[in-house]
């Protein structure tokens, strides 16, 4: 009998904020009611992940174990899972399936399901080698691990021709800039639009914007070279605010002097969020995707709003998990989103922490992990 068969495998843990993840084997539960056993094959480094692995998004119970950017392959089904099969190609996803019940889902906003709600930070499906019941960051997906067991209701079937490391983007980066373009801001064809931070969500928001037709389509960072990658991705004008001596003034130069009509905020920090919104237009739209922990926005006033600026949040890009993935797909090999691209390494998983270190640096799009 395989470690495997005897629930042991191996995962990586965080035991302190700020240090390397220790990878050793841990004993996973095996698939409850309505739960799958997936076999991992591929799990991208998001900087959501950085952020909780640096204690930035709060103090989480530790040991945890990190990673929600996932392919992988079914190994074992629990009672009462109809939607998948062992064998199975899948994608799994913070934001679960809706319900198909209750309101939101009845009037087409699964991504607000009461029912099947996302969820972060909980009490995981493995016991470490001191019987520690391990935290999951991203609830109830986990990635940087050999074995996971997730819920059905978090799984997306994915063809098997399409290849894992670009697949496991569509779990979080791709839905969560592209979904935010045109699910929650809704751009609209010949509209402005700047995109604050290029990293792998920002340069995602940016194809959005170039998929549904936007121009000016402004690319803003404090790096050229994720302003360089911002080019290839769609952006047809870029703005670094460190070397620009009143960002917010060229954002209204490059948009006729109106602002952008729709801005997309796709990093941390309330000051970057504050200077985002300044760059909008009259009746225009700040889209909030990047967060913090404990951030609190003081410095709003009614009259920041009375020209009928809105703005408004995101969350995985308020997609219909089944429905928007597979368009994605399609997108994909019609050659109208780039995956290819946004691949800039590959690791095994004894190099995890090297693929981690690689990301925070900043000079990469997204490192994956493979198994």
């Not at 979904?179 to 809704?186: S, T």
């Not at 000051?271 to 300044?278: G, K, P, S």
């Amino acid at each position: 009998m395989s470690l495997c068969e005897r629930g042991k495998m191996k995962a990586a843990i965080l035991y302190k904020v700020g240090e390397p993840l220790v990878i050793e084997e841990v004993t996973l539960d095996p698939p409850g009611k309505g739960e799958v056993k997936i076999k991992m094959a591929a799990c991208a480094i998001c900087h959501s992940d950085i952020h909780s692995l640096k204690g930035e998004h709060g103090n989480v119970k530790l040991p945890a174990v990190p990673g929600h950017e996932l392919c992988g392959y079914v190994e074992e089904v629990g009672e009462g899972v109809t939607y998948v099969k062992k064998g199975d190609k899948v994608i799994g996803s913070i934001i679960p399936e809706g319900c198909g019940q209750c309101y939101y889902c009845r009037i087409g906003l699964s991504s607000q399901c009461t029912t099947n709600t996302l969820s972060l930070y909980k009490e995981g499906r493995f016991v470490n080698k001191k019987g520690e019941r391990l935290t999951q960051f991203a609830g109830s997906v986990v990635g940087l691990t050999e074995y996971a067991t997730i819920p059905e209701i978090n799984l997306v079937k994915v063809p098997d021709d399409l290849p894992e490391d670009k697949a496991c983007l569509l779990a979080c980066g791709v839905i969560s800039g592209f979904g935010a373009v045109l699910y929650r801001a809704k751009v609209t064809v010949n509209s402005s639009v700047a995109v604050v931070g290029c990293g792998g969500v920002g340069l995602n928001a940016i194809q959005g914007a170039k998929y549904v037709g936007a121009y000016p389509i402004i690319g803003v960072d404090v790096r050229d070279n994720k302003l360089e990658n911002a080019k290839i991705f769609g952006a047809t004008h870029t703005v670094n605010t460190k070397a620009e001596k009143d960002p917010i003034k060229k954002i209204f130069d490059i948009t006729y002097g109106r602002g952008a009509d729709y801005v997309i905020v796709a990093v941390m920090g309330l000051d970057i969020l504050r200077q985002a919104f300044l760059m909008s237009a009259r009746d225009g739209t700040t889209c909030i995707i990047g967060h913090g922990f404990g951030e609190k926005m003081t410095e709003w006033t009614p009259l920041d709003f009375m020209g009928g600026k809105k703005l408004t949040g995101s969350a995985m890009g308020a997609v219909k998990l089944r429905i928007d993935i597979a368009r994605l797909i399609e997108l994909y090999r019609a050659g109208r989103l780039k995956l290819d691209e946004l691949v800039s390494g590959h690791y095994p998983f004894a190099k995890v922490n090297e693929a981690i270190a690689s990301s925070e640096q900043g000079d990469v799009i997204r490192n994956v992990v493979m198994f």
